[in-house]
């Protein structure tokens, strides 16, 4: 059974499908959004390999010609050298301005295809088809594109929103096991943002989602998506409300930037490990229960997702928070964060003491699992 959450951005919103076979109706549903008859399909060579030949089977039935190409899997095919390939390799193509994109894959090829998009003749369109849990319920909504910079994460980019997105819930059948846990941290974003019902939900159904069943897993994506789809139309481009949606972030992107943006921390194990700092602050500062903190470091764990920084990340408490000024959401140095003043009560605060900050962080680093 499928469901259609829409993001209403006026002029350019647009569909999101979510269900079972998806991958095998992409040509019908561009060529009912598109006229072109040429498209560009994005994918790493992991995810080439499994659904590739479907998409194309699928976009030259409805009469679209696809030109195929590949990067390496993993965050490290999010820099200036991959994008400035692909980007060459796309405009030997002779495409136009109404020559899709289509980002096949999780996070780092949506990433990387949207600001591909975004580029190309000063922007084509783009449609998204995720094939990961932590794509389907967060990167591939909202228009948010960009690669890594040695500064930081996601500090290269733009606001370029698809015009349709298509999240076939089969295709997380093939992610491994840390994957899905690792996409599911997201999920768990959502209900500790405003949605404490959600987790509630989730604290009876989360060992199903991640397990992969598949009524838990299409629940699970639908609430996620509603979740971001109502903030990205009130807010599409984080000048207020859509910056609850970091919550976790500016620490977990701290983590990912010391560990070197590699598999030894996943992004999703990262915010994890963040959302669980960032409720730790808050009680600290006073400002939320300890008793809302241990629920979270609890359900976290019992779906299999780190709460504590990896042992032998190497970082200080200093370096990691010179990683967090360096955010993009930092102001004249300023730490951004966001706060709770419990679950579903996520707030953003600017005015937090950088030296509680740091005994946080040397906290969390003395205990490093």
Request: proline residues 4%; contains cysteine; hydrophobic residues 45%.
């Amino acid at each position: 059974m499928s469901e259609t959450v829409r993001v209403d951005l006026g002029a350019r919103s647009y569909p999101i499908e979510i269900g079972p076979g998806l991958i095998d109706r992409v040509g019908p549903r561009v060529a009912a959004v598109h006229s072109a008859r040429h498209a560009v399909v994005i994918t790493d060579t992991t995810v080439g390999s499994l659904y590739g030949s479907r998409v194309a089977d699928s976009l030259a039935t409805a009469g679209i010609r696809a030109e195929a190409l590949t990067v390496p899997p993993g965050e490290a095919s999010k820099s200036w050298d991959v994008l400035g390939d692909l980007l060459d390799r796309i405009l030997a193509f002779g495409i136009d301005r109404k020559t899709p994109v289509i980002a096949l894959g999780g996070g780092v090829v949506g990433d990387l295809a949207g600001f591909a998009a975004a580029s190309a003749l000063r922007g084509v369109p783009l449609v998204h088809v995720p094939t990961t849990l932590l794509a389907q319920v967060d990167s591939a909504v909202g228009g948010k594109t960009g690669i890594n910079s040695r500064h930081g994460k996601n500090l290269i980019g733009a606001f370029h929103q698809p015009s349709l997105v298509l999240m076939d819930t089969e295709s997380l059948s093939t992610l491994p096991m840390r994957q899905r846990r690792a996409g599911y941290a997201e999920v768990v974003k959502y209900a500790l943002i405003d949605r404490p019902d959600f987790l509630a939900l989730l604290e009876r159904e989360g060992d199903r989602v991640v397990s992969g069943d598949a009524d838990a897993v299409a629940r699970a994506i639908g609430e996620s998506v509603r979740a971001k789809a109502a903030i990205v139309a009130a807010d599409e481009r984080e000048s207020g409300r859509r910056a609850l949606l970091n919550l976790g972030h500016t620490f977990g992107h701290a983590l990912e930037a010391e560990a070197g943006y590699g598999d030894s921390l996943l992004h999703g194990e990262a915010v994890a490990i963040g959302m669980v700092m960032a409720f730790d602050l808050s009680v600290r500062l006073g400002l939320c229960p300890a008793e809302d903190a241990e629920r979270v470091r609890r359900h976290l764990a019992a779906c299999g997702l780190p709460t504590r920084p990896p042992a032998g990340l190497g970082g200080t408490s200093r370096r990691l928070l010179d990683h967090m000024a360096k955010d993009k959401k930092a102001e004249v140095g300023r730490l951004t964060l966001v706060l709770v003043r419990g679950i579903g009560r996520a707030f953003v605060s600017k005015a937090v003491d950088p030296a509680t900050v740091i005994d946080l962080l040397d906290d969390a680093l003395a205990r490093a699992a």
